[in-house]
């Protein structure tokens, strides 16, 4: 689309060349096709910061620590302890002493499942507790006392990503009981806190030291080199007439924190990527560079930005031209002091040339209907394409036109070119502004990068603006800086 844009544009334009030539051209010029450029675009570089979402599954971390946490914590059994002490009483003014009650405790400390929730920039690993503690034969006069605490262990981890992209984490526990393991003896109530807290310490410490280890499990830094390898691509916006593609070369990561959703960790990425567009065969993939050590993350990601197109190839035009005056060579031109003449157009061709100009060249023959000699040659348009800025209608100035004056009729070939029915024919072309193509081809490339798969990357876009430069002609093609800018995410995919 983004060729035809220029294509129209151009034809337009070359009805004007053609008349404004006519009167600039003489009977005889040394006829010399104009210079071809060689010359390339100097495109700016322009940076996007795509939101990259990684992702790490933390399900395997949850069963690790399930089988490094057993569901009995410990287990108590301790056998003729003293339930109640003895003490001082006085009987009838008669001091005495009660006797010690002694008794058997038992019980068993067991876990819950492991919870895990993310809260900011912290892991949180929640451990139910409960203990249930008894204290049985006591003093042979009762059988047993059962009572139940609960306690909540919670590990916060203030989790980071070294300039590595490696998983670091700096673990905190905290515990405390709802209610303090004890039981009520006669009147008496018998704290096991104390205990409870000597034997919770080792499990406290495995969780300090499994924890980070297990996150270091997740391998980030591989499924982010991985990304950060696929993202040197070309991604197609648009299949054919013309084709059209984004090549993407990332320039630096950077990381903006995380987030816990159920059971997967959410890593925000912005990609800083250079997007450049090409019209014509697919691009060569950038050079991929080694992962870049992390960045902060300094803008919102997901902005994008590129250009549609940049470049039309000139040999696109061509048979766009030629079909415009194939058809009007149905009918004769009307050529003051001449007559009419009938045409045949055998081929054009279309390139750039020195001063930021384009040459077209139309290869044609001519004969006047009253008789005469065929002439044959080539006949040759140039000029500088011109348009305002956002604007999309395409003016050409600087206007010359040259042919073979040394072949015989050449006189001829040039008076058509010039003549308001070979401008005509090239207008008839010209008649309708490609505005319309213009927004068909947004249409399509927003479909094209609303999902697209390139690979193993899946690539969501949406364009929000549009804003067409200046028009520019080289050797490389024809430039119509149309500047677009959206929202994009990259996320790796594989199928």
Not at 91 to 113: H, S
Not at 322 to 349: C, D, I, M, W, Y
Not at 371 to 384: N, Q
């Amino acid at each position: 689309m983004a060729a035809r844009m220029v294509k129209q544009g151009l034809l337009r334009g070359l009805a004007v060349l053609a008349a404004a030539a006519a009167t600039s051209c003489g009977g005889t010029q040394d006829f010399a096709p104009p210079v071809r450029a060689d010359d390339t675009f100097d495109i700016p570089a322009q940076d996007s910061v795509i939101a990259v979402p990684i992702t790490a599954n933390l399900s395997g971390l949850m069963r690790q620590l399930e089988s490094e946490v057993p569901r009995t914590l410990w287990t108590i059994n301790e056998r003729n302890q003293t339930c109640v002490a003895s003490e001082k009483i006085k009987v009838a003014f008669i001091e005495a002493r009660t006797p010690t009650i002694k008794c058997n405790i038992v019980g068993k400390v067991t876990r819950g499942t492991l919870q895990i929730e993310g809260r900011g920039q912290q892991l949180i690993l929640t451990m139910p507790i409960t203990a249930v503690v008894s204290a049985r034969d006591i003093g042979g006069l009762i059988k047993q006392e059962t009572a139940t605490a609960k306690a909540s262990v919670r590990a916060v981890a203030d989790l980071s990503v070294d300039d590595r992209w490696n998983p670091r984490a700096k673990v905190k526990i905290r515990y405390s009981w709802t209610d303090a393991p004890h039981v009520e003896v006669l009147g008496q109530r018998i704290e096991f806190t104390g205990k409870a807290d000597a034997r919770l310490k080792p499990v406290v410490a495995r969780l300090e030291r499994t924890l980070p280890r297990e996150l270091e499990k997740l391998n980030l830094r591989r499924d982010v080199d991985r990304l950060w390898g696929k993202a040197f691509t070309s991604l197609e916006l648009n299949r054919a007439n013309p084709p059209v593609w984004m090549r993407i070369t990332p320039q630096q990561l950077q990381y903006g924190g995380f987030t816990i959703t159920g059971s997967t960790l959410n890593l925000k990425l912005g990609l800083k990527a250079r997007t450049e567009t090409f019209v014509g065969d697919r691009p060569e993939d950038p050079q991929r560079t080694p992962l870049p050590r992390r960045a902060a993350l300094d803008a919102k990601p997901g902005r994008l930005v590129f250009f549609i197109p940049v470049i039309a190839d000139y040999r696109q035009l061509e048979p766009v031209v030629l079909r415009a005056l194939t058809k009007r060579q149905e009918r004769p031109f009307e050529l003051p002091g001449l007559g009419k003449v009938n045409a045949l157009f055998h081929s054009v061709e279309v390139y750039g040339t020195e001063g930021g100009k384009i040459a077209v060249g139309i290869k044609l023959s001519g004969t006047r209907e009253e008789g005469g000699e065929t002439a044959s040659g080539t006949v040759w348009l140039t000029g500088k394409p011109r348009n305002a800025a956002n604007s999309r209608e395409v003016t050409f100035e600087e206007v010359t036109i040259s042919g073979d004056t040394d072949h015989a009729g050449a006189d001829l070939l040039l008076a058509m070119a010039g003549s308001p029915g070979f401008s005509s024919t090239i207008g008839a072309a010209l008649a309708q502004n490609f505005e319309k193509d213009y927004d068909d081809l947004m249409v399509k490339i927003g479909r094209a990068i609303e999902t697209k798969r390139e690979g193993d990357l899946l690539i969501r876009a949406r364009i929000d603006e549009a804003v067409t430069g200046e028009i520019r002609a080289a050797g490389q093609g024809l430039y119509l800086p149309v500047t677009g800018t959206g929202t994009a995410s990259i996320a790796f995919d594989p199928r």
